[in-house]
C-alpha cells in the first residue's frame, strides 16, 4: 500500500462520522486491499448537474456523510453567494440505504449556514420536491435518490428555485463551492431545522386530483407495482383523489425496500423488471398495468396485446409520449410542447397539427423543465411532465393519473391504447423507435466508439442513406453543446448517439418513420426490418 494512499484513508478515517463506513475503511486498510482502496481515493464523484450519483461506501469517489456534508456546505455557499437567502431549502429522500442520514446531514448543513430548511419527515418520490419548492417558495431543493440505480447507489439531486434541476453555469460554480470546503470539522450544522409532511403532501395530492374532470369516465381495472419504491402511497391517494379505483398493488413489490429484492434491475425499463405486475394484470384481467420506477418520478405502461408473448406489452417511452401528447395537446393550449432529441420526432408532428409551437432540448429534464410557457413535455426514458405549472420536472404519480383518464376514455368509447396508436401511425406515419445500448466496465471504451464514428462517420445505415451529421459537442442557436452525434437519414429516420449521463453506458436512439395507407400490422412489420438493419449497421460502425 502507497504511503499517499494509506494517508488519505486515515485521514478520511478521522473526519468521517458514520460509524458504518469507518468500520468498512478499517477493515479494508487492515487487509492492505490495494486495488479497493485505490477505487475509492484516486477520484471523487463529481457533481454536475445531475448532482451526485454513486455506490454508498466510504471514500471520496463514493456516496457517504462526508461527501454529503460537503456538497451541502457547497450549495449553501452558492445560495448565499448569490443572495438566495429569502426562502427555504427544501430536503426530500427516498428510502434507499442512508437516504435519511444523508437528507438530514443536509438539513443540518443548511442551518449552520444561516439558511432556513425544510426536511419532509417521510420518504417521498421526487415529484414532491419539485412541487413544494414552488409551493413553499423555497430557494432550492435537494433529493436525496438514486432514481432506478441498482441498490448500491445512492444520490443528490439539486434543483433551484425555479423548480427546475441545475444547469450549467450553476452545476460548475457549486462545484467549485464544494471544493473549497474545508476541513469537515469546520462546517457548522445546526439542530432546528423545520420539518413537513402531511401538509405538502396533500397540497400535492389536491392538485392532481384536480387534473380529471368530474365528468371524465372512470370505469378501468388497474394493476400497480412500485418496484420496491416510494410510490405507492401517494400513487393511491392521487387515483382515489382523481376518482378511479385504488389499483390491485403486487404484493411482493408493494413496500420500500432499498435492496430490490424481486427485481436484478430496479427499473421499469429493463427486461422483467415489471414481470410481477404482468402477471397480476392477468391474474386480475385487468385493462391497464402501471409501474413507478423507484422515486417514483417515471412511469411505466404496459397494455393487453394479443401479438404479444404472454398476450401483453409494455409501450416504449416514444409511444406513451405520443398518446399522452395527442391527448393534452388536442385542447389546443397556448404554450409549448418539448421532449428531448433522443425522443420520437412524432410529437412535433402532433404539436404542428394542433398549431402548438414544439422544441427539442437536449437529453434530460432539467433542460426540457425550463421550456418557458411548457404544456407538456416528455422523453423516451419514461419520463413524463403533465402539469408543468406545478412540477417542472417529470412526475410520474401525475402522469399515472392522467394515463387512468386517457385509458378510461378509451375504453367508455370502446377502444384501447393500442387503437389510438394506431390511429395516429394512420394520420402522421408509423415512428418505430429503437435503443442500442452497451455497458461497459471501462469507460474508456465509449471514448473510443464517440472517437471511432467522429473519424470514420457511416454514410449508410441500413436501407438508408446518411443525409446529415450534427456533432453535439459543437453547439448550435438553439442547443448547448454535449457529446453526442445526431444522424439525419433518408425519409424521415434519424439516429442519435451520447454516452449516458448516469450509467456507464453507450446510449443510441434509432427512429424510422413508415408510411401508413391501411395495414398499421404491415408497416410495423416493415419498420422492425428496418429498425434491425440500422441497429446492425451502427454497432459496426461503434465497434460495440
Same mark, same amino acid.
Given at each position: ?166 444547469? @450549467? ?18 462546517? @457548522? ?314 450509467? @456507464? ?40
Amino acid at each position: 500500500m502507497t504511503d499517499d494512499l494509506k494517508a488519505a484513508a486515515e485521514a478520511w478515517l478521522r473526519e468521517d462520522p458514520d460509524p458504518d463506513t469507518r468500520l468498512e475503511l478499517t477493515k479494508l486498510l487492515d487487509a492492505a486491499d490495494y486495488d479497493e482502496l485505490s477505487d475509492r481515493f484516486d477520484g471523487t464523484l463529481e457533481f454536475g448537474t445531475a448532482g451526485l450519483r454513486g455506490a454508498v461506501g466510504a471514500g471520496p469517489n463514493r456516496m457517504n456523510r462526508v461527501v454529503v456534508i460537503r456538497a451541502a456546505a457547497g450549495l449553501a455557499a452558492y445560495l448565499k453567494a448569490k443572495g438566495l437567502t429569502d426562502g427555504p431549502v427544501l430536503i426530500g429522500y427516498d428510502a434507499r440505504h442512508k437516504s435519511d442520514v444523508f437528507a438530514q446531514d443536509t438539513a443540518a448543513v443548511m442551518r449552520g449556514a444561516g439558511l432556513d430548511a425544510v426536511l419532509l419527515d417521510r420518504p417521498a418520490p421526487t415529484p414532491v420536491v419539485a412541487f413544494g419548492i414552488g409551493h413553499l417558495h423555497a430557494v432550492a431543493g435537494v433529493v436525496v435518490t438514486a432514481s432506478h440505480n441498482p441498490p448500491q447507489d445512492n444520490g443528490y439531486k439539486v434543483y433551484l428555485g425555479d423548480g427546475s434541476q441545475i444547469v @450549467p453555469p450553476a452545476d460548475a460554480e457549486i462545484a467549485a463551492a464544494i471544493a473549497a470546503v474545508g476541513s469537515l470539522a469546520d462546517v @457548522p450544522r445546526g439542530d432546528d431545522w423545520q420539518t413537513t409532511g402531511d401538509d405538502l403532501l396533500n397540497a400535492y395530492l389536491d392538485r392532481i386530483g384536480q387534473l380529471v374532470p368530474a365528468d371524465a369516465p372512470r370505469d378501468l381495472s388497474v394493476a400497480y407495482t412500485p418496484l420496491h419504491g416510494v410510490g405507492r402511497t401517494l400513487v393511491e391517494a392521487a387515483v382515489a383523489r382523481a376518482g378511479f379505483a385504488v389499483p390491485q398493488v403486487v404484493a411482493a413489490q408493494a413496500d420500500p425496500d432499498p435492496d430490490f429484492p424481486t427485481v436484478s434491475f430496479p427499473n421499469p425499463e429493463e427486461p422483467g423488471a415489471i414481470d410481477a405486475a404482468l402477471d397480476l394484470a392477468r391474474s386480475m384481467n385487468a385493462d391497464i398495468a402501471v409501474a413507478n420506477d423507484p422515486d417514483a418520478d417515471r412511469c411505466a405502461v404496459a397494455v393487453p396485446d394479443a401479438a404479444a408473448a404472454g398476450g401483453w406489452r409494455m409501450l416504449r417511452g416514444d409511444e406513451l409520449g405520443a398518446l399522452l401528447g395527442e391527448f393534452l395537446l388536442s385542447s389546443r393550449p397556448a404554450g409549448v410542447a418539448a421532449c428531448s432529441i433522443v425522443s420520437s420526432s412524432l410529437l412535433g408532428k402532433i404539436a404542428a397539427s394542433y398549431g402548438v409551437r414544439y422544441v427539442e432540448t437536449l437529453t434530460g429534464f432539467k433542460w426540457i423543465g425550463r421550456v418557458p410557457e411548457l404544456v407538456f413535455g416528455y422523453e423516451e426514458a419514461l419520463g413524463y411532465c403533465v402539469d408543468p405549472a406545478a412540477v417542472k420536472d417529470k412526475d410520474g404519480v401525475s402522469t399515472l393519473v392522467r394515463v387512468l383518464q386517457l385509458a378510461a376514455q378509451a375504453k367508455a368509447a370502446g377502444r384501447t391504447l393500442l387503437d389510438l396508436l394506431d390511429d395516429l401511425a394512420v394520420k402522421h406515419g408509423l415512428h418505430a423507435t429503437d435503443q442500442l445500448s452497451a455497458r461497459v466496465e471501462d469507460l474508456s471504451l465509449i471514448a473510443q466508439a464517440m472517437d471511432r464514428l467522429r473519424a470514420q462517420p457511416p454514410t449508410t445505415l441500413g436501407s438508408y442513406t446518411v443525409e446529415r451529421i450534427d456533432d453535439l459537442s459543437k453547439g448550435s442557436e438553439s442547443l448547448p453543446p454535449t457529446d453526442g452525434l445526431r444522424y439525419t437519414l433518408s425519409d424521415g429516420a434519424r439516429v442519435v448517439v451520447r454516452p449516458s449521463g448516469t450509467e @456507464p453506458k453507450l446510449k443510441c436512439y434509432l427512429e424510422v418513420v413508415v408510411p401508413v395507407t391501411a395495414d398499421v400490422t404491415a408497416a410495423r412489420a416493415q419498420a422492425a426490418t428496418a429498425l434491425a438493419a440500422v441497429k446492425t449497421d451502427l454497432a459496426a460502425a461503434a465497434g460495440i
